[in-house]
């Protein structure tokens, strides 16, 4: 239903119209342009080295990780891998709780 549409007749109750009459004062941004903005502002806070914790959903934060040298499985050629920055993040307690919790826990076993 578009923004600011109203019902009105025999088809609409009292709920429906107090509803759309909310939806009409109420300037909602769309999700994916939330999710877009977030998800920039989050990559541009770890470019910085800064750490981002958001309560009790998990911590963000850069790791410097060295350089070595690396190993190509099928040829075995020795290959080397430079020294690079990598995300972390590590689940916050809620939503460790709720993802261990949750009823497919266990549901995929490997034989």
């Known amino acids: 239903m578009p923004l600011g549409a109203v ?15 909310l939806d009409a004062l109420v300037i909602k941004p769309p ?16 470019a910085k080295n800064n750490r981002l914790e958001f309560r009790n959903f ?15 499985p ?8 430079p020294a690079k920055r990598a995300v972390k993040f590590k689940m916050g307690r809620i939503m460790r709780e709720k993802v261990n919790t949750s009823k497919n826990v266990g549901s995929r076993l490997i034989k």
């Open 74 to 81: 099928k040829t075995l050629e020795k290959i080397y891998v």
């Open 7 to 21: 019902i009105t007749g025999a088809n609409a109750n009292d709920g429906q119209q107090t509803a759309n009459v």
């Open 31 to 46: 999700l994916p342009q939330v999710m877009n903005y977030s998800r920039d502002e989050i990559a541009s806070e770890l």
């Open 58 to 72: 998990g911590v963000f934060e850069v790791k410097e990780r060295a350089a070595r040298t690396a190993q190509n």
